[in-house]
């Protein structure tokens, strides 16, 4: 990503779903905002759901545009699914010259490699407000098994952070294109039931965004810290979610869906 002759910052990031291609441009101006606002939850919550599944969307995007996606999950084992895509505040962004725009925390630099700074203290804010989410679905009658955090680049990174810190286990965490967030010495503070979550991690092999390097480093980064994690690479995909990446977490988490029931009737 070339930095010099740029007048204005910008960022660009394109997703590919259901054979459309959503290519967002920010420039926006909004007061610091750290919190997930409470407009961001379904409208018409259902009672009677069962599994709670948050979207966590990556930089300069916004929660709506991705709400398409739980049109892919027509499985059954669905039909009591809570899904949120909630929206990340404004906040002015290193990577892109401090301009702001919708970001869960900030980005020292892009493109992300496995070497790439880390800024843990705007991500640990972003984690607790995460972590309040899930608590409030929790208090609200879900099994912590049942949660599912789901993010795409900077929502996968915190979709990380989100499950590793949280002190309970969770049905799982499912990271595309993202990459680790913080240095190896947090995982001194990951409780042992929170290293029971399992992890599915996607990235696609042409990311130029996010570099595979960067997705690949988490193998021995969860294997040190006595996480599970599936990972899967696409051949010919950049930085963008495909169909198959999407069936492929439906079926993941239908698994889950079904041992945590059979664990529950035994």
Known sequence: MRTSRLTK????FTTALLSSVFV???????????????????????????????????LGDSGPANEPIKTLFRSSEFKNTKWLFP????????????????????????????????????????????????????AGGINPENVYICGFSQGGALTLASVLLYPKTLGGGAVFSGWIPFNSSIINQFTEDAKKTPILWSHGIDDKTVLLEA???????????????????YPDLGHSISNKE?????????????????????
């Open 24 to 58: 967002i441009f920010f420039f926006q101006h909004k007061p610091y905002s750290p919190s997930i606002s409470s407009s961001s939850y379904s409208r018409n919550p259902d009672s009677m759901a069962r599994t709670f599944i948050l979207w966590l969307h990556g």
């Open 215 to 233: 997705g690949q480093a988490a193998l021995p980064f969860l294997q040190q810290a006595g996480v599970t994690c599936e990972f899967k690479a």
């Open 9 to 12: 910052p910008i960022v660009l």
């Open 246 to 266: 999407l069936q492929y977490l439906e079926s993941w988490i239908k698994q889950r869906m079904q041992s945590s029931s059979s664990s529950s009737s035994s």
């Open 87 to 138: 929206s990340a505040p404004s906040n002015p962004v290193s990577c892109n010259y401090g301009a702001v725009m919708p970001s869960w925390f900030d980005i020292p630099e892009l493109p992300l490699t496995a070497a790439s700074p880390k800024d843990e203290s705007s991500l640990l804010k972003a984690v607790k407000n995460v972590h309040a989410v899930i608590d409030k679905e929790i």
